[in-house]
């Protein structure tokens, strides 16, 4: 199996503050990594698709880069309801795997 | 509006059995692939389970492989998890999830359903 690696595991960041999270993976999986926010209580909500495409309706200040084994989800200002678990998940093989998830706290 | 609404969750005994259900809305369900994923009470997201859009090919993780079986039925437009063998590490909510992609695997999960809990406790 493809094994997801992020980091870091927790992010303490402020409001307006530019905030990366980084994805690696254990073989190459081309672009096919997603990205999920997801919230207490609450169902994942997909944000990025294909490394770097932002899915319909989520804010511009979400993007993702990265190809073959390292990622990235760049959020340029934080915003008050961006604080939240965030997790990357490949789609290369038909053995889906997601990363352990990190988790933006407020400063 | 897409809706995906899970429900059979509930509490089983270790060793037993449930099964569990997603009713889909709003969209072409027979043309979409569909997943489960679960999350442990407090741990990260787990994949758990895939089946294409016809039922025809079916994906399962390694830790629910031989004691899991998805399967649909595209005239309810309904997916479903027949969970065996429930063991505490089973324990989660169980969410199904859409695939981007028509017709076949290989895309990102754009809608998910709200979860159902399932307990595994003697």
């Known amino acids: 199996d493809i094994q997801m690696t992020q980091s870091p595991s927790t992010l303490s960041a402020s409001v307006g503050d530019r905030v990366t999270i980084t994805c690696r993976a254990s073989?190459?999986?081309?672009?096919?990594l997603a990205w999920y926010q997801q919230k207490p209580g609450k169902a994942p909500k997909l944000l990025i698709y294909?490394?770097?495409s932002l899915e319909s309706g989520v804010p511009s200040r979400f993007s993702g880069s990265g190809s073959g084994t390292e990622f990235t989800l760049t959020i340029s200002s934080l915003q008050p309801d961006d604080f939240a678990t965030y997790y990357c998940?490949?789609?290369?093989?038909?053995?889906?795997?997601f990363g352990q998830g990190t988790k933006v706290e407020i400063k | 509006e897409v809706q995906l609404v899970e429900s059979g969750g509930g509490l089983v005994q270790p060793g037993g059995s449930l099964r569990l259900s997603c009713a889909a809305s709003?969209?072409?369900?027979?043309?979409?692939?569909m997943h489960w994923v679960r999350q442990a009470p407090g741990k990260g997201l787990e994949y758990v389970s895939a089946?294409?859009?016809?039922?025809?090919?079916?994906y399962y993780a390694n830790s629910v492989k031989g004691r899991f079986t998805i399967s649909r039925d595209n005239s309810k437009n309904t997916l479903y998890l027949q969970m065996g063998s429930l063991r505490a590490e089973d324990m989660a909510v169980y969410y199904c999830?859409?695939?981007?992609?028509?017709?076949?695997?290989?895309?990102?999960?754009?809608?998910w359903g709200q979860g159902t809990l399932v307990t595994v406790s003697s």
């Open positions: 998940q490949q789609y290369n093989s038909y053995l889906w795997t």
């Open positions: 709003g969209f072409t369900f027979s043309s979409y692939a």
């Open positions: 999830a859409r695939d981007r992609k028509l017709l076949w695997f290989g895309d990102a999960l754009d809608y």
């Open positions: 073989q190459s999986i081309s672009s096919w």
């Open positions: 089946i294409s859009s016809n039922g025809g090919s079916t």
């Open positions: 294909k490394a770097s």
